[in-house]
């Protein structure tokens, strides 16, 4: 299983960015997928989750209502629609793949992923 996320760049702060992320190496139909990120001297935190089969999503506080994630099955892609960016959102931002049940939506940012893909840096300026 292979993760590529692609999509950060340099945003001024309110601007927006969409995150990619293509998976490929199986079918993903049990998956649960995750945006994760980190920023400079800090630790990994969760961002936000999908089940591969679709439904609802799971967003961590500090992003939710600017953040969207979705999927897109025919391409084996899922995005984070970052809007309303600020300085804060600075980090790298990895995608991660687990192996589970929907059901374990709620608990995204506790499970331990299976795959991740190498990062792609978003940096906001003020």
């Known amino acids: 299983v292979q993760l590529q996320a692609c999509g950060g760049g340099l945003v001024q702060a309110g601007g927006s960015l969409r995150l990619s992320c293509a998976a490929s190496?199986?079918?993903?139909?049990?998956?649960?997928m995750a945006w994760f990120r980190q920023a400079p001297g800090k630790d990994r935190e969760f961002v936000a989750a999908?089940?591969?089969?679709?439904?609802?999503?799971s967003y961590a506080g500090s992003v939710n209502g600017r953040f969207t994630m979705s999927r897109d099955n025919a391409d084996n892609t899922v995005y984070l629609q970052m809007n309303s960016l600020r300085p804060e959102d600075t980090a790298v931002y990895f995608c991660?793949?687990?192996?589970?049940?929907?059901?374990?939506?709620?608990?995204?940012?506790?499970?331990?992923?299976?795959?991740w893909g190498q990062g792609t840096m978003v940096t906001v300026s003020s």
């Open positions: 991660a793949a687990k192996l589970t049940a929907a059901r374990m939506l709620g608990s995204a940012s506790n499970l331990k992923y299976d795959y």
């Open positions: 999908i089940p591969w089969s679709g439904g609802s999503t």
């Open positions: 190496g199986r079918a993903f139909g049990t998956y649960l």
